[in-house]
């Protein structure tokens, strides 16, 4: 049984879409230790950390850092920021081991949630506090500064339960010289997750989450920053983030049912860095450098079409940059500003589903929703900006046959930047015999553009001035506050990305066997594919690409103390943009092996491949031992894994070149 597809428990083999479900047992036997890992069993998805310590997660995937084409669900809670259109795994406030389930809908989904479900989409469900039994404590370390710490705490109520956890991680990262420098990549993260679930009566039922996260990362230098300035200090990016839901569910009867679901979610982070700028003459730190913090030189940018290299052309003579320049020469000290980049996320949601069995052969799920989204950024927006939105959607289920299943959606919605969509879907599954099905699904779907996207606005100020720039900012620099002199500002008139897909896929059940086939073709147009950040900013809707190829996921048990589980993706990508081949692998699988061979003892092993990331091949062994024993009333579980690279390539890019393998021991004790 699967929910995430069409928003209703069904048959997996009645589903409209592909599916892959990671279980609880397939989590614990990964030995992942971080949630995004356990997504590498997903066939045809990347799973990599491309900047040291970022991990970049996404379906059928194109850009390196780009994650803005899937969309996340933790709970129900979109975690798809519309600020930069992103999903921050440091930052999700959840442990991986407060997960049950994860589901992933492999092909477009907004037919069901709306824009941004592009790609695909992963529906990740928490542990239900009622199905928990006892509390309890782990601890693990290893290599590369790995200390963790998981704290879970369960209280059983008359007509419900509690469960509250608290998590630390935190790590080294590789840290491995790269042309003799080390590159920053450690990091902390801190999460918090509650709930509290209450059965009113044999009708309804209230959950209530709350949590949130905490995060310090060491983030490596900008090259464009570093190609005019010296960093004091590597810079340090810090987030946090919070949220609050509520959700009540109501059975009208066995074949009726009405939830409600809102939330509210704030997040917030910041990258801070000090640097003193070199002087754009003589190429030495000095006074000279705060012409890059100087009114003349950003008019003078300006005037010259946003264009670095004519900038600097023109410099020697434009008569008030020049001026400007010999005014510096007078202040006698190097100039160092500290600047940050800054963004606050606000949302409130909500949503009403109505699910109603109208006769024995049809299904129809309902609902409407509403949507406010607020990003404050002084750095990418120049202020505030708002978006609402409104949406209606639907998804029906007509047995029209004892054999056949078709599944019809669709989903309209308005917003303030991109007007109105509507996004559909249409599947038919065929049960040839029993335990084995054919499926042919076809949809449609759009990425709107982001809110940095649309309305971006790019300054970069300096919050602290070394002296004597500090006393003296508008005699110095013509200006205060001062900003950086590159600025960019969106043109305002992109179109959505849109993607057409259609699949044939395959679906069988044997005595201990499970087995998905697809073959599909998908298109997308529209894209934004070039750069948009403060020293290139390209905006451009010209990008495409098309995909076809085939997947497949085998789930073999041949006893309850063995489990095979393989997959396995071939792709052929076509595009007319360089960049969005870079983590377009070719040929991906997983295979993983866990054995309960005693009852105390467990051994696991998995093997991972992508062929190539960026020319890169990835591969990987991990190997997992388990021990549990009790001692008195209290339950303790040993493990111990290895991750080792089976090669010495770097992953993805070339300053990612880590060759350490990765090790750990831990201890869980229930209570």
Same mark, same amino acid.
């Given at each position: ?16 879409? =592909? ?38 997660? +996404? ?99 008359? %007509? ?6 608290? =998590? ?87 074949? $009726?049912?009405?939830?409600? $679901? ?144 078709? %599944? ?28 084995? $099905? ?17 309305? +971006? ?118 595009? %007319? ?66 991750? $080792? ?27």
């Amino acid at each position: 049984m699967v929910l995430t597809p069409a928003r209703v428990s069904q048959p997996q083999s009645e589903a409209p879409a =592909s599916v892959t479900v990671i279980d609880r047992t397939l989590i614990e036997a990964s030995g992942a230790r971080e949630l995004y890992e356990v997504l590498k069993l997903v066939p045809g998805m990347a799973a990599v950390k491309v900047d040291g310590n970022v991990p970049s997660v +996404a379906y059928h995937p194109t850009q390196a850092r780009d994650q803005r084409r899937m969309l996340v669900l933790l709970d129900g809670r979109s975690q798809y920021q519309p600020g930069l259109s992103r999903v921050s795994w440091n930052d999700m406030p959840v442990d991986i081991r407060d997960v049950e389930r994860i589901e992933v809908t492999r092909g477009p989904a907004a037919a069901a949630y709306g824009a941004n479900a592009f790609t695909a989409v992963i529906n990740i469900i928490t542990r239900d506090p009622r199905d928990i039994s006892k509390s309890g404590v782990t601890v693990q370390g290893g290599n590369n500064g790995i200390r963790d710490a998981h704290l879970l705490g369960v209280h059983r109520l008359e %007509n419900g339960a509690l469960r509250a956890s608290v =998590s630390r991680r935190a790590d080294n990262g590789y840290d491995e010289p790269f042309e003799g420098e080390s590159l920053p990549d450690g990091k902390r993260i801190e999460t918090l997750n509650t709930e509290w679930v209450w059965d009113a009566d044999a009708r309804n039922t209230l959950m209530v989450q709350a949590g949130g996260s905490r995060s310090r990362l060491e983030r490596q230098q900008e090259a464009g920053v570093a190609d005019i300035g010296e960093y004091q200090g590597d810079p340090v990016q810090k987030g946090e983030r919070a949220f609050v839901s509520l959700q009540w569910q109501h059975n009208f009867s066995r074949t $009726h049912q009405l939830q409600v $679901h809102t939330y509210g979610q704030y997040n917030q982070e910041i990258t801070d860095f000090n640097v003193c700028y070199r002087d754009p003459v003589t190429g030495q730190t000095g006074p000279g450098g705060g012409l890059f913090f100087s009114q003349e030189l950003r008019d003078l940018y300006l005037q010259n079409g946003s264009d670095m290299g004519a900038t600097f052309a023109a410099f020697p003579a434009d008569a008030d940059a020049t001026n400007r320049y010999l005014t510096l020469q007078g202040a006698g000290a190097p100039f160092c500003a500290g600047s940050e980049l800054d963004i606050q996320e606000v949302r409130y949601d909500l949503e009403i589903q109505d699910t109603l069995q109208l006769t024995r052969w049809a299904r129809l799920v309902s609902g409407a929703e509403i949507r406010h989204d607020r990003v404050q950024s002084d750095s990418y927006l120049g202020g505030t900006q708002d978006n609402i939105s409104y949406r209606f959607f639907g998804n029906l289920a007509l047995d029209v046959l004892d054999p056949v299943t078709v %599944n019809l959606g669709g989903y309209w919605e308005r917003d303030q930047i991109s007007g109105d969509h509507f996004s559909p879907r249409a599947g038919v599954n065929w049960r040839l015999l029993p335990g084995h $099905h054919l499926r042919y699904v076809y949809s449609e779907a759009l990425r709107t553009p982001d809110i940095y996207e649309e309305r +971006a606005n790019i300054n970069i100020q300096a919050q602290t001035l070394s002296p004597p720039f500090a006393d003296n900012t508008k005699a110095l620099l013509g200006w205060a506050p001062a900003y950086f002199f590159v600025t960019q500002q969106s043109p305002g008139t992109f179109e959505p990305e849109r993607i057409r897909s259609w699949e044939v896929g395959y679906y069988g059940q044997f005595s201990a066997i499970e087995l998905d086939v697809r073959y599909f073709q998908e298109s997308l147009t529209n894209l934004l594919s070039t750069a948009l950040n403060p020293f290139e900013f390209e905006p451009s809707n010209e990008g495409w690409v098309n995909h076809q190829g085939t997947e497949a996921q085998l789930s073999w048990r041949p006893s309850v103390s063995h489990l095979f589980r393989v997959t396995g993706a071939h792709i052929h990508t076509d595009t %007319n943009v360089k960049t969005e081949r870079r983590l377009a692998a070719r040929d991906s699988g997983s295979a993983l092996w866990s054995w309960q061979f005693s009852r105390q003892w467990a051994f696991s092993s998995a093997y991972y491949l992508s062929n190539d990331y960026n020319d890169n091949v990835f591969e990987r062994a991990d190997v997992q031992l388990r021990f549990r024993h009790r001692a008195g009333p209290t339950e303790l579980e040993w493990r111990a894994v290895v991750q $080792h690279g089976l090669n010495k390539a770097p992953v993805v890019f070339a300053e990612n070149h880590y060759q350490q393998d990765r090790m750990w021991l831990g201890v869980t004790v229930r209570i």
